[in-house]
């Protein structure tokens, strides 16, 4: 009998440290990742710390320029969410192998990304192929990049006769207005500033009609989901709740949200008039993360092999799309 009680209370002694380690294994802060000058529901909630509560861990939110780095940062390990990673960034990343899923649709921009010329080169839609032999700023591997390929390929545009010129939207801005590149393409506060008196190649309209989709995904670690599934839940349901706030109170988030992105509240105004956000219901639909986004991602990656720009796809990019946290929250 003495044995038994013994035995007993050692097995309740252990299953109490187990719980409590596995309790000390929530990480005392995560990193998430967002872009400057890009204006987004969920700043109502980055703003107001809206995460760390209901997480209930320290969040850390860093600056990158482009959703490439964003994807290396979290190959690094020093990086766990990116809220608003490209879809081709994140395509490039686990074709290459990177331990990383979407969980979410962070945002859908068609007006918000595109290639401008320069008002002196004369050059619109009906001559685009004048561009072959000039500078083209673009940030290679992004949304951007691909958006200019497809463009240019409905354009009879000869692609391998640009000189592309990697650079991330804000430097591009700046080569274009001292004249140094003869287009430049980019997105958000960057690309309002490439308009000035320029105009774009193709209207996002145009683009729009050709198949181009243009949007942003919420990418974690494989690491951060597997072990943390909860705090990958409750992220999205904060952000879903400010994107609702956005709708609900736009007065008030508005200027919240423009501070965040480090624009003036008319700039913000305008960009976030061009955005589109959803939500749980949204996202767990066949045109998002039910089966559109996966068909898309793979024939996009397919393109962009027999374009040059990036050496194999896989043969499915459907494992790469985690519903499951979605439909999780409620």
Known sequence: MQRSIAAILSTA????????????????????????????????AQAGRWYDKELGVKVTWRKFDSGV????????????????????????AVSRGASLRAVGIAVSYAENDNCVIHRKAAIDKSNAHELEGKKVAV???????????RTLDFLAVDTSKLQLVDMVSA?????????????????????????????????AREQTKIGIRTFDVIAVTNALAEKHPDLVTAFLRVSDRAADYL???????????????????????ILLSRFQF????????????????QAFTKEVADFLVRQGAMPKALDDYGPMFDASFYEKVQ
């Open 139 to 149: 940030p290679l591997g992004t949304v951007t990049h691909y958006k200019l390929l």
């Open 278 to 293: 959803y939500t749980r219901d949204a996202q767990l639909t066949g045109s998002w993360m039910r089966g559109g986004v």
């Open 247 to 269: 709708d609900d109170e736009p007065d008030q988030a508005r200027p919240v949200i423009a501070k965040a992105a480090g624009l003036s509240l008319k700039q913000s105004n």
């Open 171 to 203: 430097k591009g801005a700046e080569a274009l207005e001292r004249g140094e590149v003869t287009m430049a393409c980019g997105w958000g506060g960057a690309l309002m500033r490439m308009m000035g008196k320029n105009q774009v190649l193709m209207s």
């Open 69 to 92: 780095e964003m994807a290396d940062a979290m190959v690094a390990g020093t990086v766990d969410i990116s809220y608003s990673m490209g879809i081709i960034p994140f395509m490039g």
């Open 13 to 44: 002694l252990m299953a109490a440290a187990a719980f409590g380690a596995a309790a000390a294994e929530k990480p005392a802060e995560i990193t998430v990742a967002y872009f400057p000058e890009w204006p987004t529901a969920n700043q109502v």
